[in-house]
């Protein structure tokens, strides 16, 4: 049995979802220098904000479980989805930074929690054999956010203003909201055992190895991505007015690599996908610390390293949802709570270490050595517990 195409429409409704949500998410780290300026902060300081979105995702998904685990998934989604429009058409207003810190960190809140239950409702819509087909279709949004959404904030922030490509983002959520009162059917909500019975999956090691190879992989990354603005303009030599295009041609790699993912899948293990990737992002990352002055191989690098991010996304998040029995929806949202821990933890060591003095290029060689280990882990798991 193929995806239909009503079937279709729905996951084309969650895929709007996780392109509002990752242009809020992604589009700060292209703009990084102009928020900076703008609230007077220096940019390691306004690396502070992508942590306080990750904490925000970290904050939200256990949340989520407690306010909303049996209510219907749909109804779910909604609410999701005001809380989202809400924080970042703060983050378009804020004045200071620490308005700007309590905006990020309320637009983070849905975040993870929204990944969570639009991978449930695409894994509940299909057979299982196109789950992670189906969660690839929903991811998909995340890639063409960074394509063409994180590219058009850029843009307007370089002609206008970075709070009007916020407020864009806001206008985003309204346009969700109604696609999924239009495209997703309602669905009941999940079995209520009670707000601990989420996390007895959490007593095997399981969860725990994946959990820990996501953070430790997109922790990598985001050390060095988090600053991919000032790193290909002072180490690379990239003018400045060409980052648009860069930001596209990186969306571009998310958007291969996804595509590639959930082609993947129907031949090889989730284990077995995820590992390699991780084990290419590892390789590109070492090949930016040591070449990273040469522009094309900065920007070859950087294409393998986004597509490579987005290629382990679907099968990372069917991991974690098959391994959370009785706490699917924690274990769905577990996977972004990974990946913004390790967001977070890599804009922090990325910007200790260029305040200590090492520059730029310091944060790729860290990031490599992360991703590295995030690769065995998966490896071992494939191994042992596939």
Wanted: proline share 4%; glycine share 12%; with cysteine.
């Amino acid at each position: 049995m193929k995806i239909s195409y009503p079937v279709f429409k729905s996951l084309l409704a969650l895929s709007l979802g996780t392109l509002g949500v990752c242009m809020s998410e992604f589009s700060i780290m292209a703009i990084l220098p102009d928020v900076a300026k703008s609230l007077s902060v220096s940019i390691p300081e306004a690396g502070h904000f992508i942590s306080a979105y990750a904490l925000g995702v970290c904050a939200g998904a256990p949340l989520t479980v407690l306010v909303a685990r049996s209510r219907p998934l749909r109804s779910i989604l909604l609410g999701l989805m005001l809380l989202f429009i809400v924080g970042n058409a703060m983050t378009a207003l804020a004045a200071n930074s620490f308005m700007m810190l309590a905006a990020r960190f309320i637009a983070g809140l849905p975040h993870g929690a929204y990944f969570g239950v639009a991978a449930i409702i695409a894994d509940k819509l299909v057979e299982k054999a196109y789950s992670v087909l189906a969660v690839s279709i929903v991811i998909a949004g995340a890639t063409i956010a960074n394509l063409g959404g994180v590219p058009c904030s850029t843009l307007l922030t370089h002609l206008l203003s970075w709070r009007l490509a916020y407020g864009l983002v806001a206008c985003v959520g309204l346009a969700v909201i109604i696609c999924v009162l239009i495209w997703v059917p309602k669905l009941p909500g999940l079995k209520n055992s009670g707000f601990l019975e989420q996390f007895r999956f959490l007593r095997q090691p399981q969860p725990w190895i994946i959990f820990m190879a996501i953070v430790l992989g997109n922790g990598g990354i985001f050390c060095w991505y988090s600053y991919v603005s000032p790193f290909l303009t002072d180490v690379s030599g990239l003018d400045p007015s060409k980052m648009t295009l860069v930001m596209t041609f990186a969306g571009a790699g998310m958007v291969l690599g996804n595509s590639l993912s959930g082609k993947l899948s129907m031949r090889f293990s989730s284990s077995a996908i995820a590992s390699g990737m991780q084990g290419i992002m590892a390789v590109s990352l070492l090949g930016l610390f040591f070449a990273g002055e040469y522009l094309i191989i900065s920007l070859v690098l950087l294409f393998l390293c986004t597509a490579c991010l987005f290629g382990v996304s679907a099968p990372q998040q069917m991991l974690l949802l098959q391994n959370a029995r009785g706490g699917e929806m924690l274990g769905a949202a577990l996977a972004q709570v990974g990946f913004n821990i390790g967001n977070a933890m890599g804009a922090f060591f990325g910007g200790l270490s260029i305040d200590a003095g090492n520059g730029y290029a310091s944060t790729a060689l860290i990031g490599a050595a992360c991703t590295l280990v995030g690769c065995l882990l998966l490896a071992f798991y494939g191994r042992h517990h596939a």
